[in-house]
């Protein structure tokens, strides 16, 4: 793990997190959940279209003119190559 990096503190957040991830699965409704998937689905043809015009574009780039998150930008680029 890298210097600095606190694993105590790094297990509290995920623990959060996934408390979080819970409480919104229980009260999402099918039509949230279509929402979501259909603004995902949005993002990542326009992530697609950005890379195929500069395919040497950073992540850090993608994640500023998507304006989402860098994470969301790797989740993205996974969920591409695995078509």
């Given at each position: 793990m890298d210097?600095?990096?606190?694993?105590q503190n790094m297990c509290r957040q995920l623990y959060g997190s996934m408390g979080i991830l819970q409480r919104l699965s229980e009260e999402a409704t099918e039509d949230l959940v279509i929402l979501f998937q259909d603004w995902l689905d949005a993002v990542?043809?326009?992530?697609?279209q950005i890379r195929r015009e500069e395919?040497?574009?950073?992540?850090i780039e993608?994640?500023?003119?998507?304006?989402?998150?860098?994470?969301?930008i790797e989740f993205l680029l996974e969920r591409i190559e695995q078509g």
């Open positions: 210097e600095g990096v606190d694993p990542q043809r326009e992530c697609e395919p040497g574009l950073s992540t993608l994640s500023r003119r998507l304006g989402i998150s860098e994470t969301a």
